[in-house]
Every structure is written in structure tokens, then in C-alpha cells.
T-cell receptor, first 114, second 115 residues
Framework: QQQVKQSPQSLIVQKGGISIINCAYE??????FPWYQQFPGKGPALLIA?????SEKKEGRFTISFNKSAKQFSLHIMDSQPGDSATYFC?????????????FGKGTKLSVIP | GAGVSQTPSNKVTEKGKYVELRCDPI?????LYWYRQSLGQGPEFLIY????????DSGLPNDRFFAVRPEGSVSTLKIQRTERGDSAVYLC?????????????FGPGTRLTVL
């Protein structure tokens, strides 16, 4: 049972364009939703995160949109740059379990072409 | 500043052998997580330490996997009788106190290959 579904699996965007990655979750107990960026040979690094009490969060060129009723959230990368080429993972976590383990999606490989 | 470090970066072993993977968390971080990332997949949770104790080991796939953190800092993931299916990148992450929105900082991982 995949608790966090991510799409698309891969994405090619022209430099300056908008990259959009979508995630859907099933467990309504999730209440923390981070996005991680991973370059080849490196560990994932936190990009931006959101709690379900807000519908949108923006940090620089990166925006998370959150739809609690649909149990969906998405990452938008504005003015995409070749340096953004990486694999992006959405994740979710829930409080009250004692362990704030992250449940990850399968990842989206983003390629930004000049 | 120093991030999470993991050693070795690569480990090749034969089926049936025992391996140990080491994680050095960020200094002062009390929470430590182990994840496993198979090719083309997202990381999957294995075990969580708060201080010296394993607070949640629900992600360990079977009793061949074990982890320790005896002094509340460095952690070692131990795999007995390795199988080819154990081949993956093993990631360690640490966070300041283990809270819900505490950032988990990941190390570069150890790539384990079981022949």
C-alpha cells in the first residue's frame, strides 16, 4: 500500500519554465508535508515544507500548494534553472506516533534543459 | 558546519556475510533515523532513535537487521546473513529533537551491494 503517490515519474522543462510535481496521500493523520531535493550521489535535502493549516507556502522560486479536502499537494518551481535538475521527493509525517518518520513518494526526476 | 556523515560510502559483500554501516549525526542532534533507498524509489523508514534508545523499529524488515546508538551519538546499522535483496543505499538522518517539523538532515548514504 503506497501511502504517498507522486507524479509524474519524470519531467522535462525548458529553462525559465514552471515545473509542477503532484502528490496525493491517503492517511488523513498526516500533518506535515515536506519536499526533498536529491542530487545523484547525495542524500535528500529539505527544500520546503507545509502544515495542513495553510493552503500555500512560498519560498523564493518554490511554492507548495496544499488541498486538504482532496488530500493532495504539489510543488511548483518557477523560472526553472538547469541547476534545479535533480530528483524531487514529496513526503508526509504524522504526530502522535512517537516517531516522526517520513513516508516518501517514489520521486520525480526533473531535467531542466537550456 | 559538519553535516551527517556515513561510512563506508560503498560496501560490497557476499551473500550470507555480516555488515556494519556507521552514521555520525550532526553534533547535538538527539534524534537519528535510518532509511533504505532502493533504486528508483523514495527512502523507506527503518528505525528511529531518540537518544540512546530505539523508540521505533517498526520499519526493520526482519530480525537480520539491528541498530544501536550506545552513547546517543554515533549509530551503527548491522545486517546479518546478507541477501541480494538487501542491496540498496542506506541513508541516515538526524534532527535536533525529533519533533514533527524538525528538519531531518540526511547523510550521503552507504551504497550496499550484496553479490
Amino acid at each position: 500500500q503506497q501511502q504517498v503517490k507522486q507524479s509524474p515519474q519524470s519531467l522535462i522543462v525548458q529553462k525559465g519554465g514552471i515545473s509542477i510535481i503532484n502528490c496525493a496521500y491517503e492517511n488523513t493523520a498526516f500533518d506535515y508535508f515536506p519536499w526533498y531535493q536529491q542530487f545523484p550521489g547525495k542524500g535528500p535535502a529539505l527544500l520546503i515544507a507545509i502544515r495542513p493549516d495553510v493552503s500555500e507556502k512560498k519560498e523564493g522560486r518554490f511554492t507548495i500548494s496544499f488541498n486538504k479536502s482532496a488530500k493532495q499537494f504539489s510543488l511548483h518551481i518557477m523560472d526553472s534553472q538547469p541547476g534545479d535538475s535533480a530528483t524531487y521527493f514529496c513526503a508526509a509525517s504524522k504526530s502522535g506516533a512517537g516517531s516522526y518518520q517520513l513516508t516518501f513518494g517514489k520521486g520525480t526526476k526533473l531535467s531542466v534543459i537550456p | 558546519g559538519a553535516g551527517v556523515s556515513q561510512t563506508p560510502s560503498n560496501k560490497v559483500t557476499e551473500k550470507g556475510k555480516y555488515v556494519e554501516l556507521r552514521c555520525d549525526p550532526i553534533s547535538g542532534h538527539t534524534a537519528l533515523y535510518w532509511y533504505r533507498q532502493s533504486l528508483g524509489q523514495g527512502p523507506e523508514f527503518l528505525i528511529y532513535f531518540q537518544g540512546t534508545g530505539a523508540a521505533d523499529d517498526s520499519g526493520l524488515p526482519n530480525d537480520r537487521f539491528f541498530a544501536v546508538r550506545p552513547e546517543g551519538s554515533v549509530s551503527t546499522l548491522k545486517i546479518q546473513r546478507t541477501e541480494r535483496g538487501d542491496s540498496a543505499v542506506y541513508l541516515c538522518a538526524s534532527s535536533l529533537a525529533g519533533g514533527l517539523s524538525d528538519t531531518q538532515y540526511f547523510g550521503p548514504g552507504t551504497r550496499l551491494t550484496v553479490l
